[in-house]
């Protein structure tokens, strides 16, 4: 699709502006028009004026999406699902295509804080949430179809000022983790190497992001291998597929946690440093998702020179779309002479290896048996017992 930014004159820069006016992150009032507009036709080649760039920096903040005032893919599904309103559309299940919106997430932050699971608020109407409305539909003495119609509707409307709740949702995953209990072995790590085939990543200092993020995620798959765990490419190092497919394979699979791995870039050759991202919104965040970035980002802090970017709430794709928790670790920009020093050596990439490693371990163990940062050695070969 196209890029729409400041400055621009396209077609799509005025239903950008209806859409942010309806969300209230642009006043309502039609515009006035501008003097050198008179030759426009329509409306149709509007501006993308400063108005504009704040409201969609804004409503990016306010969606966890990285704040760049560009509408690209990300920021036009996100502008796109907010137009729903729950009871504007029937929902249902539909296999393969699913309802996605805030409608979808509205009605699952209802059934979920009556205690129905839904799995995850993430605004897919998939076969979980089709479970959680027949469920509703039952204790309520409802037609069990799994659809949210008007009768649903008028049900939830009704229950909804009795019922207020925490987030069972995010507790589900931190459930999952205490059943498995302190042992790696047998876990499903699914591992996604940024870029592959004709998408390369970011290129700069003569190195190139597919290549070194091929390169860890082989390091990572042999430490994670030799430490009793298993682990699964969500992509062939030639392929590159979209984070939705990427999400479905390791969803398909079982994975227990997903691990992506990325280089940074920027304008400035002075930024530098690590950051990690969980799945979050301004509903809530992936507890697993959450603690298991901290872990990895203070491990990579702790036992390399590198600047600490922190961690960050985000509601990209593959994040989002993934049933497991779900890490992408940004291991240094590129595009910065040191960084770049660092992700070109072996020594470097073998630690990043090692933190992500310990940084699972830790999450898996009891916090009274949980040693400081930077100590953990992962033992090169799991006793089994
Ligand atoms: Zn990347």
Redesign the pocket.
Known sequence: MMLLRLGDRAPGVADARAALAHLSFLPAAPRQPVEDDAAMGQGETELFDADLDRAVRAFQQSRGLSVDGIIGPDTARALDEARHRLGDRLLYNVPGHPFVGDDVAALQERLSNMGFDVGRTDGIFGPRTEAAVRDFQRNRGLEPDGRCGPHTLRELKRLERTVTGGRPDMLRESVRLLVRGPSLLGMLVAIDA??GGEDT??VAHRLT?SEIMADLAGRLEARLLSSGLETFRVRADDEAPDEAERARRANERGADLLISL??DASVSPKAEGVSCYYFGNARGSSAVGERLAGLIQKELVSRTDMVDCWTHAKTWELLRRTTMAAVRVEVGYLTNEHDAAALASAEYRATVAESILAAIQRLYLPPEQDPPTGQLRVPRVATRS
């Open positions: 940024g870029h990543g970011v992001e990325h280089a």
